[in-house]
């Protein structure tokens, strides 16, 4: 008998519909019931390509006596993080606040007043390594709730009150200025790993945001050191098995510190962000494997997340079926010089073992490895190393393939859409821009209503039910610009003005200028979320500062001007001290202080040579945040392009930053000097 998960568009949520737990989705009537029936309610928070989540659901959720246990003494809520991000910040906030951690499968215990009183993450079947199984915690939080309800309520006030009381403490509403950011590049290459690139130690996950930081802080100031950590952490990354090294596209962070053993699963926004990234790092020093990478991250976006609505899903899983019925980590990937052998005898496979890192031993689990491209000396024949891979990916589509998780979040199909489109344009590649165009007019067809208000996901051409929240609004917004100056479509423009509007409306305090992550008129939740700090993406507080920068330079709008300005306070404040966490924030305050360059492309027509060279040219130019307006003279589609006449009959460019503009120029190399940061 399925549960009420049954009718919900998370995948998620689907894999438990047939739990014996008598699941209810996050609702007011979840929360009803349990006060009716005078019981706390177990929330449990993770996504569909989350290891332990799969483990704790096949150990607790579906065994018939833990589900009757649950169901007897509990009220039971199930929520996806990626649909709903603010329940899952907000609970978060409080887990990591109590135990000093947090993370996936999440774990909380609520009074029927959504107040948490009792946390955890994965609990075992059984007591191990000094955890307590999850029946004993089932009981233990059972008996509380029944002998000690006044305890219980006094813990769950005080930790809301805390909570309360957490507020961010903003700083002025300053943008960071040069001491600020010479401070965060100071404080980035403290935590750097020069052996092996990247920052901190184990786990290492991809920097993105951190990355165009860097790249643009060299591209403004000419600073050696910023391109060389960007430079080297791209190369290393690329080069381990955290890149698949077979199909292209990123896996969500490496497990060790030299980027050897992945850990599996292949998220959507990391491989937008770092598509981009690579873009960016060719277009800063035409390096052959930026190109090669953000290509193959390109087609493997296209290739293997695309719907069949155009928009972009959300994940593949870490697990696979190993071929023997068993799901195991990372089974889709790995190879044994054994399995080598089989696909291409074994000449080939000697070879294809010395290129790709795979030894006897084995890099992973069971004598199996990761593919790698281990730096070496001497090159190899690289026609027979196309074959081989080519063979080696036919063979690896024979086996059982990672699940997908096909709902579309509106957040990164908007990363994903400015990835493309710049990758697109820089690469000559129509179809990868014409991939970007496509998910875009998803997100305005299915996620966006006569108001402008954005819907968080969808999922087989179905809206779900979520309102969007400010990272929605924010990276939308950044996709939609992205594509506007490479395809020339004012459309796009207009698109991200309106999405910016309720930024300003609904997300932002009038007072500080602070941002909000839900709406003013959202669910109210115990507290209203608020994170300025990057983690896997980049905040919605940061992107939204980005948005708002990029939409200001196109049209000239002073409230979108000085919101940016206001929202950076907080990194003016978190950038000195901690770099590593507000990367796309200090990528904005790079862009403030460059200006950002406003660039105007005018011509005859869009397809024209000398239209066309000056148009690329722009898109090309390295300045922190430059924007780029394309079309006719007299056209109305931008702003930028009123009054700007051709010269001498010819297609010209117009450059101009701080309310201060160059003399036009027909000459593309005049451009790409203007424009090199």
């Known amino acids: 008998m399925p549960n009420r998960l049954a009718h919900e568009t ?12 008598d699941w209810w989705p996050w609702s007011s009537e979840a929360f009803e019931e349990a006060r009716k029936r005078n019981v706390p309610v177990l929330l449990s928070v993770g996504y569909s ?8 659901a096949h150990e607790s959720f579906e065994d018939q006596e833990t589900a009757e246990y649950l169901n007897a003494h509990y009220v039971s809520v199930k929520v996806d993080r990626e649909e709903r991000p603010d329940v899952d910040a907000v609970y978060m906030e409080a887990v990591q606040a109590a135990t000093g951690q947090g993370g996936w499968p999440m774990t909380v215990f609520l009074t029927p007043d959504a107040e948490p009183f009792y946390f955890g993450t994965y609990f075992p079947p059984a007591p191990r390594q000094g955890m307590p199984s999850f029946r004993q915690v089932l009981q233990g939080v059972h008996q509380a709730w029944d002998e000690r309800r006044d305890e219980v309520a006094e813990v769950a006030g005080k930790i809301v009150r805390d909570l309360a009381g957490r507020e961010i403490s903003y700083g002025d509403a300053q943008t960071p200025g040069e001491e600020e950011l010479a401070q965060a590049l100071l404080g980035l290459t403290r935590e750097y790993d020069p052996q092996r690139g990247g920052f901190g130690g184990a786990p290492k996950f991809p920097p993105s945001m951190v990355l165009e930081f860097l790249l643009r802080h060299h591209a403004r100031t000419g600073a050696e ?10 190369e290393r990354m690329a080069r381990g098995g955290m890149y698949d090294q077979l199909g292209g596209g990123f896996a969500r962070y490496s497990v060790d510190r030299d980027w050897v053993v992945p850990h599996f699963e292949k998220m959507l926004y990391d491989n937008a962000l770092l598509c981009r990234v690579y873009a960016h790092l060719w277009r800063s020093t035409g390096s052959e494997l930026a190109r090669r990478v953000a290509l193959e991250t390109a087609d493997f976006m296209v290739r293997e997340l695309r719907t069949n609505e155009g928009g972009f899903a959300s994940a593949l899983d870490a697990d696979s ?4 019925g068993k799901h195991v980590e990372g089974a889709y990937y790995v190879w044994t010089p054994e399995q080598l052998r089989e696909v291409l005898g ?3 496979a000697e070879l294809a073992a010395q290129h790709f890192g795979v030894t006897e031993e084995g890099t992973f689990e069971e004598g199996a490895s990761v593919l790698q491209l281990p730096v070496r000396d001497g090159v190899s024949d690289a026609e027979k190393i196309a074959s081989i891979s080519e063979r080696l990916l036919a063979a690896r589509a024979e086996r059982p393939a990672p699940g997908r998780d096909d709902k579309v979040v509106a957040a990164w199909n908007g990363l994903a859409v400015a990835a493309l489109a710049e990758t697109g344009a820089y690469f000559d590649r129509p179809d990868l821009v014409e991939a970007a165009v496509a998910a875009a007019d998803l997100l305005v067809r299915l996620h966006l209503d006569e108001q402008a208000r954005l819907t968080r996901t969808s999922k087989d051409g179905h809206a779900g039910a979520n309102a969007g929240v400010l990272e929605d609004y924010a990276d939308v917004a950044e996709g939609f610009l992205a594509l506007a100056s490479v395809t020339g479509e004012g459309v796009w423009l207009e698109f991200a003005g309106f999405l910016l509007d309720h930024v300003l409306a609904r997300f932002t305090d009038p007072e500080s200028g602070s941002l909000y992550d839900t709406a ?29 920068l990029s939409y200001a330079a196109h049209t000239g709008s002073e409230p979108h001007r000085t919101a940016a300005e206001r929202a950076l306070g907080v990194v003016k404040a978190l950038g000195p001290r901690v770099p590593r966490f507000i990367g796309w924030g200090l990528a904005a305050a790079e862009a403030v202080l460059d200006g950002p360059r406003e660039v105007a492309v005018v011509g005859p027509a869009l397809d024209d040579v000398g239209t066309r060279a000056l148009h690329r040219t722009a898109l090309l ?21 009123a009054d700007r006449p051709l010269v001498g009959g010819e297609p010209a460019a117009y450059v101009c930053r701080n309310f201060t503009c160059d003399a036009p120029t027909t000459e593309p190399d005049r451009l790409r000097t203007v424009l090199s940061g």
Do not use: K
């Not at 390295?622 to 780029?628: L, R, S």
């Open 10 to 21: 998370s995948p998620y949520l689907l894999q438990h519909a047939d739990n014996p737990v």
């Open 49 to 56: 390509s989350c290891h332990w989540c799969h483990v704790m």
């Open 225 to 234: 050191g910023a391109l060389q950590m960007a430079q080297d952490t791209c």
């Open 321 to 324: 079926d190993d071929g023997t």
């Open 346 to 348: 074994e000449q080939d």
């Open 520 to 548: 003013a008129d959202a669910e109210r939740l115990i507290r209203r979320p608020q994170d300025p700090t990057d983690n896997a993406a980049p905040s919605g507080w940061t992107a939204a500062a980005n948005a708002l």
């Open 621 to 641: 130019g390295t300045a922190p945040g430059a924007v780029v307006a394309v079309g006719a003279p007299g056209s109305e589609e931008f702003p930028l392009l």
